[in-house]
């Protein structure tokens, strides 16, 4: 047997050796290892009596040590805490959204109604504090070492504080790292030529400002390049979501603070089975006939880059005598593969500071060196770029016989050759046919698992038998015990 010195306790516990999988987290900032899903675990999270805690980390003087720890006797429920790869929209391959959280906190003394000045938190109850909620698990090892088994479930900031004076609950509603990130507007980025997949990701996450610790890509798209690379003009979360589409991705906020790009394609062996017997309390394969489609019709554009020309003129630009900065100024013609030349009128006082430029417009900054205003001309020159359509179209004849004639359009101009198209169509496809593509069960929870895993559903008293199913959804709930509502697609359709 191993030993592993649990010093907070301060006393040695058992460190099991096991054949099958085990999952460890060294925790040095409290001065030891721990283990976090251990055989023990594995047990206990199915037993029919379960004792589960919750615990919050909120951190209101910034990153370091936690300026308030809350138990369960501090914590009244937390409903919902919701996981998801991808979110439901206009495309039924969901979009890209950020992971949400809701505790409701005992208010007793009022220290978490923002309005009272008598809180030691008043002035700090604002959006984006860092709140690391926990879930602990109480199980007991082999030498009857009992303790509780804690479970990050991830790293959140505040949205929004809510408290009544009346009421002796408070509630605070957090997103995690994803939502702030795709409310921003997209960088200016440069319009790039036979660029990765992955690439693409990678130069987004860094014109955000995300150092290489805080992304994760998924390798597999290094292999596959496209023509012309370049971002959407809107909000961050609109980019990723066209990626997504266009790459045959999710992406989503991991426990652990990064952003992971998965490919729909990767998928792993299953790391549990949660049965009729343990965790499931229902399950259900629903056919929902209305939402699939007979054919796909995937566009994809051919991108020729056109002679220079003039893509922004202003003829009466007023440049104050302290200078000026001109920001997110519009191409008249977009996209534009990249700028030849800038012109200004002739103005002995004038003279450029600084120009960033991407795809669909540019910032920049003049010195003036006049003690008055002055007023110029600028024009700029540069490539835009023209696209000729094409699409493919691809019927599954099983979902033609049943629905006739229903048809999927996909129009991505990052989509941009016709085995990319037809390679695209063959994965949706599957997917969007099958009136049984997707399991819906009800669980008495396992906060253990991760967004991107395969479990196993095992469940003949519903008939649906065993099936392996990638979860893109968990809606959790939890008040003193543990819920899980489980959305998830077949495997067997990822992999066809």
């Known amino acids: 047997m191993i030993i592993n010195f649990d010093w907070a306790n301060g006393k040695p516990r058992p460190f099991w050796q096991s054949t099958g999988t085990v999952k460890f987290n060294f925790d040095w900032a409290n001065g030891s290892p721990c283990v976090i899903i251990n055989p023990s675990y594995e047990e206990s999270i199915k037993s029919l009596e379960r004792d589960i805690k919750p615990k919050v980390e909120i951190y209101f003087d910034g990153i370091g040590e936690a300026s308030v720890i809350l138990s369960s006797d501090n914590i009244a429920n937390i409903d919902p805490?919701?996981?998801?790869?991808?979110?439901?929209?206009?495309?039924?391959?969901?979009?890209?959204?950020?992971?949400?959280?809701?505790?409701?906190?005992?208010?007793?003394?009022?220290?978490?109604?923002?309005?009272?000045?008598?809180?030691?938190?008043?002035?700090?109850?604002?959006?984006?504090?860092?709140?690391?909620?926990?879930?602990?698990?109480?199980?007991?090892?082999?030498s009857g070492y009992t303790s509780f088994e804690w479970i990050s479930l991830g790293y959140f900031y505040s949205t929004n504080w809510e408290a009544e004076s009346d009421s002796i609950y408070a509630e605070v509603l957090c997103h995690d790292r994803l939502y702030d990130l795709g409310q921003k507007d997209t960088?200016?980025?440069?319009?790039?030529?036979?660029?990765?997949?992955?690439?693409?990701f990678e130069t987004l996450f860094r014109a955000l400002g995300l150092g290489s610790d805080n992304y994760e890509i998924d390798i597999s798209l290094q292999s596959d390049t496209i023509p012309i690379g370049y971002f959407y003009d809107g909000k961050v979360k609109t980019v990723l979501s066209k990626l997504a589409e266009a790459f045959n991705c999710s992406v989503f906020c991991t426990r652990d603070n990064k952003i992971k790009v998965l490919s729909n394609s990767t998928v792993g062996a299953s790391v549990i089975t949660m049965s009729d017997s343990?965790?499931?309390?229902?399950?259900d394969m629903p056919q929902d006939f209305d939402?699939?489609?007979?054919?796909?019709?995937?566009?994809?554009?051919?991108?020729?880059?056109?002679?220079?020309?003039?893509?922004?003129?202003?003829?009466?630009?007023?440049?104050?005598?302290?200078?000026?900065?001109?920001t997110n100024l519009k191409f008249t013609l977009a996209p534009v593969a990249f700028v030849d030349h800038i012109r200004i009128t002739d103005n002995p006082y004038i003279s450029i500071n600084s120009v960033a430029i991407g795809t669909w417009g540019m910032d920049i900054s003049f010195d003036n060196s006049a003690p008055t205003n002055q007023q110029i001309k600028l024009e700029v020159l540069g490539y835009p770029i023209m696209t000729i359509e094409n699409e493919i179209t691809e019927r599954?004849?099983?979902?033609?016989?049943?629905?006739?004639?229903?048809?999927?359009?996909?129009?991505?101009?990052?989509?941009?050759l016709a085995s990319d198209?037809?390679?695209?169509?063959?994965?949706?496809?599957?997917?969007?046919?099958?009136?049984?593509?997707?399991?819906?069960?009800?669980?008495?929870?396992?906060?253990?698992?991760?967004?991107?895993?395969?479990?196993?559903?095992?469940?003949?008293?519903?008939?649906?038998?065993?099936?392996?199913?990638?979860?893109?959804?968990?809606?959790?709930?939890?008040?003193?015990?543990?819920?899980?509502?489980?959305?998830?697609?077949?495997?067997?359709?990822?992999?066809?």
């Not at 950020?98 to 005992?106: P, V």
């Open 81 to 142: 805490f919701l996981e998801e790869a991808q979110a439901d929209g206009d495309n039924p391959l969901g979009v890209v959204s950020a992971n949400e959280i809701n505790i409701t906190l005992r208010n007793d003394d009022q220290y978490f109604n923002p309005n009272n000045e008598d809180s030691p938190y008043y002035g700090k109850m604002h959006p984006n504090v860092l709140i690391k909620p926990y879930l602990g698990l109480r199980t007991t090892d082999i």
């Open 187 to 200: 960088p200016l980025i440069p319009t790039m030529q036979n660029v990765t997949r992955y690439q693409m």
């Open 278 to 283: 343990d965790l499931i309390k229902s399950s």
């Open 291 to 326: 939402s699939i489609y007979s054919d796909i019709t995937i566009k994809y554009y051919h991108h020729n880059i056109e002679d220079v020309t003039s893509v922004l003129t202003i003829d009466e630009l007023d440049i104050s005598a302290a200078g000026s900065t001109l």
């Open 396 to 416: 599954d004849d099983t979902a033609y016989a049943l629905i006739g004639e229903k048809i999927l359009d996909i129009s991505n101009p990052l989509i941009q």
């Open 421 to 496: 198209a037809s390679a695209l169509a063959t994965v949706i496809l599957p997917i969007v046919a099958d009136p049984k593509a997707y399991i819906e069960c009800e669980t008495r929870g396992d906060m253990s698992r991760e967004l991107g895993e395969t479990i196993t559903i095992d469940d003949d008293t519903n008939k649906v038998g065993e099936v392996e199913i990638i979860p893109i959804r968990y809606d959790y709930a939890y008040d003193g015990g543990l819920e899980c509502f489980i959305r998830g697609i077949k495997k067997s359709l990822r992999e066809s």
